[in-house]
């Protein structure tokens, strides 16, 4: 039995009939190869210091990534800001080999020259205070990115850590036998899911969502808080919070002007 027909006859069997024909649906040959996502969190000294990290994005890393092949570069700010400026940085690849080539961005001679600014501060006067990032894989119901339509201006960045690595793999496996259909069905739009294999807050599952505007978030979860198929997944044993969860975290942002996501 392939993982295909193993992932529908399971939800059949949970009685989840219309994420069972979705997943049929999109079952096809020549699937894409997963991809990997990148998220860097900039806590920045200030706001001056926010300016400059973010002409360096526009006007030289983002070009250059582009350069090596990296596309999508999405730059995200926090919808209402706490503390100290932070800028998110998500980064698409196809591969672990591109992910390694990023390791020669600062041989890029536009780069050095256009984002001299930032690259040339001195110690005593840096831009950030640290650069947070973590790797995640993208999962089998969702194994590359979805560029959102333009226009998309709320987005959500989520995080659901897990008690052990098995329940992770557990609450990886509920999104593939049913609940991502069933976001789908309910207007909550997939950007990437990824499994995170190197980074913070281990074990996780970090995903994106991505809404043409505030009203639409809420009536997307309004929606989904309602959903019949949701209802019958999210008590099914070995599927409950309480077991497969132990915190989520809900970061809302908005894309920069420059953002290619």
Same mark, same amino acid.
């Given at each position: 039995?392939?993982?295909?027909?193993?992932?529908?006859?399971?939800?059949?069997?949970?009685? &989840?009939?219309?994420?069972?024909?979705?997943?049929?649906?999109?079952?096809?040959?020549?699937?894409?190869?997963?991809?990997?996502?990148?998220?860097?969190?900039?806590?920045?000294?200030?706001?001056?210091?926010?300016?400059?990290?973010?002409?360096?994005?526009? $006007?030289?890393?983002?070009?250059?990534?582009?350069? &090596?092949?990296?596309?999508?570069?999405?730059?995200?700010?926090?919808?209402?800001?706490?503390?100290?400026?932070?800028?998110?940085?998500?980064?698409?690849?196809?591969?672990? $080999?591109?992910?390694?080539?990023?390791?020669?961005?600062?041989? $890029?001679?536009? @780069?050095?020259?256009?984002?001299?600014?930032?690259?040339?501060?001195?110690?005593?006067?840096?831009?950030?205070?640290?650069?947070?990032?973590? @790797?995640?894989?993208?999962?089998?119901?969702?194994?590359?990115?979805?560029?959102?339509?333009?226009?998309?201006?709320?987005?959500?960045?989520?995080?659901?850590?897990?008690?052990?690595?098995?329940?992770?793999?557990?609450?990886?496996?509920?999104?593939?036998?049913?609940?991502?259909?069933?976001?789908?069905?309910?207007?909550?739009?997939?950007?990437?899911?990824?499994?995170?294999?190197?980074?913070? &807050?281990?074990?996780? @599952?970090?995903?994106?969502?991505?809404?043409?505007?505030?009203?639409?978030?809420?009536?997307?979860?309004?929606?989904?808080?309602?959903?019949?198929?949701?209802?019958?997944?999210?008590?099914?044993?070995?599927?409950?919070?309480?077991?497969?969860?132990?915190?989520?975290?809900?970061?809302?942002?908005?894309?920069?002007?420059?953002?290619?996501?």
């Amino acid at each position: 039995m392939t993982r295909s027909t193993f992932l529908k006859s399971t939800v059949a069997a949970s009685g &989840l009939v219309g994420v069972a024909q979705e997943l049929t649906a999109a079952d096809a040959p020549g699937s894409s190869a997963r991809e990997y996502f990148e998220i860097r969190k900039y806590t920045l000294k200030s706001a001056e210091k926010q300016r400059v990290l973010e002409a360096y994005l526009k $006007d030289a890393a983002i070009p250059a990534l582009n350069r &090596l092949g990296v596309k999508n570069v999405g730059v995200f700010l926090p919808e209402k800001p706490e503390g100290a400026p932070v800028v998110y940085v998500v980064l698409r690849y196809s591969s672990l $080999d591109q992910l390694a080539k990023t390791a020669e961005l600062l041989a $890029d001679a536009a @780069l050095q020259k256009q984002g001299a600014a930032y690259l040339d501060a001195p110690a005593a006067d840096v831009v950030y205070e640290r650069v947070e990032s973590w @790797l995640t894989q993208g999962i089998d119901g969702l194994p590359t990115m979805t560029v959102p339509a333009k226009g998309s201006q709320v987005y959500q960045l989520r995080i659901y850590e897990s008690p052990t690595e098995k329940t992770a793999k557990k609450k990886i496996e509920m999104f593939d036998i049913g609940e991502l259909a069933i976001f789908k069905r309910c207007g909550l739009n997939a950007v990437f899911f990824g499994e995170t294999i190197v980074g913070p &807050l281990m074990p996780n @599952l970090t995903y994106m969502l991505s809404f043409s505007d505030a009203a639409a978030r809420d009536q997307a979860w309004n929606t989904f808080r309602g959903d019949a198929e949701w209802a019958k997944l999210k008590t099914t044993p070995g599927f409950t919070d309480k077991e497969i969860v132990s915190r989520i975290t809900n970061i809302v942002l908005v894309p920069a002007a420059y953002s290619q996501i």
